[in-house]
């Protein structure tokens, strides 16, 4: 595609329940990366791939948050036993990066995907 | 962890008016960014700067690196409709891939 696709766009569930959501990155681009904003704030990192690994997931909240990318391409974010204080818009954003480079306006958002955890 | 002070919060202004937003921060960044996020939408970027001093320009857009490296502004000139939105300064401190976003400057232009 021409972008980086997010699905679904809004997902509304009760707490407690299972979700995934799903990210499709610019093809060719070997980075991608989840934000999470809440309501009046700005996008907060939580996990960076490189590939196919997970070269940093230090943003994940807690043990509930789990991201994958097994092909390094599609990733999905997995959370599980939802709480209410989970409700946000996940962002993911991918690149065309090289470990060393410094990241450059060559990162694209994705419009994110509005959880609501009811 | 580092944290970004953006102000004002938000701004209600004219169309033709000029504005300006600024960042700032306790710790040093060594690249500050630029987003304007609009309803629905992920950031999409705006300016990038990346030596401390360093003065950018895209088209209305003017922004600009504090030489303390602890600050950034920008300024659009000029407003017009299509201005209203989100904006959000970013910057890159430890790490050369992760961001760190401040709370964002909402515009509102009145036409």
């Known amino acids: 595609g021409a972008g980086v696709s997010q699905t679904p766009s809004n997902k509304v569930t009760e707490k407690g329940k299972y979700v995934e959501l799903r990210c499709d990155p610019i093809s060719g681009h070997t980075a991608l990366y989840w934000y999470r904003q809440s309501l009046g704030q700005g996008p907060e990192f939580l996990i960076y791939f490189q590939g196919t690994g997970a070269a940093d997931d230090s943003g994940l909240p807690n043990d509930r948050f789990f991201a994958v990318r097994p092909e390094g391409s599609v990733s999905t974010l997995k959370i599980q036993r939802t709480e209410r204080g989970d409700s946000a818009v996940y962002l993911c954003?991918?690149?065309?990066?090289?470990?060393?480079?410094?990241?450059?306006?060559?990162?694209?958002f994705g419009s994110g995907t509005q959880l609501s955890v009811l | 962890g580092q944290q970004l002070n953006q102000s004002p919060q938000s701004m209600f202004i004219q169309e033709g008016e000029d504005v300006s937003m600024n960042c700032t921060s306790s710790s040093i960044f060594n690249t500050w960014l630029w987003y304007k996020q609009e309803p629905g939408e992920g950031p999409v970027l705006l300016i990038a700067?990346?030596?401390?001093?360093e003065l950018t320009s895209n088209g209305r857009l003017t922004a600009q690196f504090g030489i303390t490296r602890k600050d950034s502004f920008l300024n659009i000139s000029a407003s017009i409709p299509s201005d209203v939105g989100i904006y959000f300064c970013a910057g890159l401190g430890g790490s050369n891939y992760k961001l760190t976003f401040g709370k964002g400057t909402l515009l509102t232009v009145n036409p």
């Open positions: 954003a991918s690149s065309y990066r090289v470990k060393t480079a410094v990241l450059n306006e060559k990162l694209f």
């Open positions: 700067l990346y030596k401390a001093g």
